[in-house]
């Protein structure tokens, strides 16, 4: 795909996190590789997705075998497969266009390898440490603090509430009540309305407005998508993974039709496969190109692929 060897350790990396990935591009020496390298890098399926595909996949996917495998694992193993494609795809397709260069070529002649020095171990990881915290520590808090403030303002009258429905809520025990007053706060606070705002640009993918509040609530780390959705649906924020299947299984448009239908939840998984919801990613990719450029055209570029690919599966697999 037009990438040296010195990309490999990188690209791996980013099946933990595309963070400490993106910082150990610093290797390539070519300017061009190294972007190349550090913009395929987030397609790598890291472990802040899988919370969000083990709820979709347990929910709607069914345990049942398909020969000598899985079929849940199946779609699993084909997600990562699908974030590699994606990687090597975009490291292509710059490679032969706006990064084009000379084909790189790399030779490794291997040190003489000794045991660390624990002294200089530990200097070194607390001083990266502190620039991580400094640099991209301080936009994740930020953004963190931004949405948090959108979906817990303005504060609604928890004197009288209503349900999505109308009706006033009736509940057997205090737990209930309290789901129920979180998800009527949510679906009035400015992360609701803008979801509803936002809702018809979504909708061609199969998305209500409380799948796109989620998503928006999950640009700073995908991991609490799960924890909004629980909050969203009225099984609280810390609710297990059954209850909350269970809720998305039942969740149905005003007219009645179910909202997470397969083609609708396959098409989900591929945005979230594909898309950039990371705000330590995005910093990360500043510091390391010394310019805004590269991360707006990245998330800009996985956001719509991720868009693309969504509207495609939920279109096609709505037909069939």
Not at 75 to 95: D, E, H, Q, R
Not at 163 to 176: F, K, L, N, R, Y
Not at 255 to 276: E, H, K, N, S
């Amino acid at each position: 795909v037009g990438l040296s060897g010195q990309s490999v350790i990188p690209m791996l990396s980013s099946f933990a996190c595309a963070v400490p990935s993106i910082m150990a591009t610093r290797v390539i020496p070519d300017r061009r590789d190294r972007i190349a390298t550090i913009l395929a890098a987030p397609f790598m399926t890291c472990s802040a997705r899988l919370p969000i595909y083990a709820l979709l996949i347990a929910a709607f996917v069914p345990n049942q075998s398909v020969g000598w495998l899985n079929l849940q694992g199946l779609v699993l193993f084909g997600l990562y497969l699908l974030g590699i494609l994606g990687g090597l795809g975009t490291a292509m397709l710059l490679k032969s266009s706006a990064l084009k260069g000379p084909k790189p070529h790399f030779m490794l002649a291997l040190p003489e390898f000794r045991t660390p020095n624990l002294q200089t171990v530990a200097i070194k990881l607390f001083d990266r440490g502190r620039i991580f915290l400094k640099r991209a520590g301080t936009v994740i808090f930020f953004v963190a603090i931004l949405v948090w403030t959108l979906a817990y303002f303005p504060r609604m009258d928890t004197a009288n509430y209503q349900t999505e429905s109308g009706g006033v809520i009736e509940s057997i025990d205090q737990t209930s009540i309290d789901n129920a007053r979180s998800a009527a706060q949510m679906e009035q606070s400015w992360l609701g309305r803008i979801g509803r705002t936002i809702e018809p640009v979504f909708k061609p993918l199969g998305w209500d407005w409380r799948v796109s509040s989620a998503v928006i609530a999950g640009f700073p780390a995908r991991e609490v998508v799960v924890a909004v959705m629980g909050t969203i649906y009225a099984v609280g924020s810390d609710a297990d993974d059954q209850r909350l299947s269970e809720k998305l299984r039942s969740a149905k448009w005003p007219d009645g039709r179910l909202i997470f239908t397969l083609p609708m939840v396959l098409g989900l998984l591929v945005f979230y496969a594909w898309c950039l919801q990371c705000a330590a990613t995005l910093a990360t990719i500043r510091r390391e190109t010394n310019s805004w450029r590269w991360p707006i055209f990245a998330w800009i570029y996985m956001t719509a692929i991720g868009y693309v690919g969504a509207l495609v599966i939920y279109q096609v697999g709505s037909l069939i």
